[in-house]
């Protein structure tokens, strides 16, 4: 349900538009506007991902397409020259990210990819943010639905974060 008032609506669009260009903070300004809490590269995780939604146990990665190697993307052409070498850097980064989202899962976190191509233009952006609202809430209950897990769970730390405290939460204006 959008409770929002048209004024408030017009900020938050604004406040989209007037957002650093680093696709990261378009996900984190738009996560805090819709009342997420989150920590930022959080060093204890595997990947150090760059935005980590405890309550959801879910870390999100906003990828570029082209370091990230995003497959069959508009923004990933190699380079003409050096083709090798771009070829190869480029595919260990990808390994290396395939690897880091496996420990995550081993670690019980949920992964979400964001690529850059995905935030642009504004229409694709929007539509990109809502369904991750709607990935975070889906995973929130089915989080809570799973008959065996105690309702405690999250009070204590999750395998691979440093601490539990939730103090460290981020807030942004
Ligand atoms: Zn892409």
New binding site residues.
Partial sequence: MDTKSPQQRHKNMAAIRSADTKPEMTVRRWLHSHGFRYRLNHRGLPGHPDIVLRKYRTCIFVNG?FWHG?EG????RLPKTNVDFWRTKIERNRERDHRDYQALARLGWHTIVI????LKPASVRQRTLESLEQTLYHIFLADRQLPNRPSRTLQYPLHGEEDGTDEKLVAEP
């Fill in positions: 397409c995003h993307c508009r923004y990933f690529w850059e191509c995905s």
